[in-house]
């Protein structure tokens, strides 16, 4: 059975405190892997998508990197404003256009 | 990215109505929609795909005489709660899968359902 689990469940950082999210994965034959960020009462946004082990991106604070059995999150100097739940999705299988398969989220709170 | 709106992006209603929230991909047509529904504090949880044009596929346990979907157009998924009842209160939201150049999918804002 495919299985996506996120690790820490909730993270508590200081402003300017670095840290990691991990997101590991059990699938047979991963098309993608997918980070979202949602924040209370709303539909999840979209961060990054990898594809490939060893494959990496950023966007400002965040940086994404992917091995074959997880993906991290890197939160470098966090703001409190980078307070979100953090969710791992994954894509399985050859065909395009299938469903997501979320892993249960890290809720992310950075204390000014 | 793609924008996707849905609506109502609240409602509440009494046990036994019918409930339609709608799911519109705003600047691109999506031949694929997805629609999830998550608890308090839960993760996402697939309910069914929907294709333009072809009946919805649902998940295992999904009741599809319950949940009505209608993908009428490239740009427009409806979910139907019929004879709600409280047990189906939650924060319903679409997704729509967007294969322009690498394929992602987008999320609407979500939908809150409360039944009473």
């Known amino acids: 059975e495919d299985q996506v689990t996120q690790s820490p469940e909730a993270l508590r950082l200081q402003e300017g405190e670095s840290s990691s999210l991990n997101c590991s994965y059990t699938?047979?034959?991963?098309?993608?892997l997918f980070w979202y960020r949602q924040d209370p009462g709303k539909g999840p946004e979209f961060l990054f998508t990898l594809y490939s082990a060893g494959e990496e991106k950023e966007k400002e604070r965040l940086k994404a990197t992917l091995t074959k059995k997880e993906s991290f999150l890197h939160i470098t100097a966090p703001k409190p404003e980078d307070s979100a739940t953090y969710l791992c999705?994954?894509?399985?299988?050859?065909?395009?256009?299938?469903?997501?398969?979320f892993g249960k989220g890290t809720t992310l709170s950075v204390s000014s | 990215g793609a924008v996707v709106s849905q609506h109502p992006s609240r409602v509440i209603c009494k046990s036994g109505t019918s409930v339609k929230i709608e799911c519109r991909s705003l600047d691109f047509q999506a031949t694929t929609m997805f629609w999830y529904r998550q608890f308090p504090k839960k993760s996402l949880m697939l309910m069914a795909t929907?294709?333009?044009?072809?009946?919805?596929?649902?998940e295992q346990g999904v009741e599809k005489d319950k949940f009505l979907i209608n993908h009428a157009s490239l740009t427009l998924s409806t979910l139907t709660v019929t004879s709600a009842h409280p047990e189906d209160s939650s924060f319903y939201i679409c997704?729509?899968?967007?294969?322009?150049?690498?394929?992602?999918?987008?999320f609407g804002p979500g939908t809150r359902l409360l039944v009473l």
């Open positions: 699938v047979s034959g991963l098309r993608g």
């Open positions: 929907s294709n333009e044009g072809s009946k919805a596929t649902y």
């Open positions: 999705a994954v894509q399985v299988g050859i065909q395009a256009g299938t469903a997501l398969i």
């Open positions: 997704s729509v899968h967007d294969s322009r150049g690498k394929e992602t999918q987008y």
